[in-house]
Antibody, heavy 123, light 111 residues
Framework: EVQVVDSGGGLVQPGGSRRLSCVASGFSPYAMSWVRQAPGKGLEWVAG????????NYAGSVKGRFIISRDNSKNTVYLQMSSLTAEDTAVYFC??????????????????WGQGTLVTVSP | HSVLTQPPSVSGAPGQTVTISCTGSSSNIGAGFDVHWYQQFPGTAPKLLIYDNNIRPPGVPGRFSGSKSGTSASLTITGLQAEDEVDYYC???????????FGTGTKVSVL
């Protein structure tokens, strides 16, 4: 079955760190992104990584604090989040991109989404 | 803040046609990047509705259509149905920011 399953959310103290994981199955490596949605708000693209992991892009709001990476031997994409603030509280979705080529522009469109994992940053 | 602007809400009676606009700039839609649309039901992940401006994935009803012109794009629902009353987002890429970008989102209401 073709699917992505994201996990790793939870309650984090302000200033703390958290690592999210996204396990993909049923398809060869494609570019992947993390997209978040704060409570009651719209979608915000967070970070993307090319199919072979050579290229990454980040939203300005997380650049320098978040790192996206992947281990294709484990079919897994990670989002390492640090220096978290209340503004990072959101449901984080892992999303499979339609891009199979590894190019510097790592975002095309998203044809498969994980169910989302909630990250709450609070004392 | 989002670089793609959508109306917060649109509404129509069952059977009517509604259009959702997505306004960008010369660094995203106007630069030639394609626009894609997603439908999101409450508490669930977004679902791809339209890709490459006007192409429906398999299983998406024909009442949904998309278009793009200049620095803007539109999603049209022809023959509005009660189950269409959810949120819709446009998405593209911004070359100045080197970021994927989403629209501000539009809630469709069926009167």
């Amino acid at each position: 079955e073709v699917q992505v399953v994201d996990s790793g959310g939870g309650l984090v103290q302000p200033g703390g760190s958290r690592r999210l994981s996204c396990v993909a199955s049923g398809f060869s490596p494609y570019a992947m992104s993390w997209v978040r949605q704060a409570p009651g708000k719209g979608l915000e693209w967070v970070a993307g990584i090319s199919a072979n992991g050579a290229y990454t892009n980040y939203a300005g709001s997380v650049k320098g604090r978040f790192i996206i990476s992947r281990d294709n031997s484990k079919n897994t994409v990670y989002l390492q989040m640090s220096s978290l603030t209340a503004e990072d509280t959101a449901v984080y979705f892992c999303a499979k991109d339609r891009l199979s080529a590894s190019v510097k522009v790592v975002v095309y469109y998203f044809d498969l989404w994980g169910q989302g994992t909630l990250v709450t940053v609070s004392p | 803040h989002s670089v793609l602007t959508q109306p917060p809400s649109v509404s129509g009676a069952p059977g009517q046609t509604v259009t959702i606009s997505c306004t960008g700039s010369s660094s995203n839609i106007g630069a030639g990047f394609d626009v894609h649309w997603y439908q999101q039901f409450p508490g669930t992940a977004p679902k791809l509705l339209i890709y490459d401006n006007n192409i429906r994935p398999p299983g998406v009803p024909g009442r949904f259509s998309g278009s793009k012109s200049g620095t803007s794009a539109s999603l049209t629902i022809t023959g509005l149905q009660a189950e269409d009353e959810v949120d819709y987002y446009c998405q593209s890429y911004d070359t100045s920011l080197s970021e994927g970008v989403f629209g501000t989102g539009t809630k469709v209401s069926v009167l």
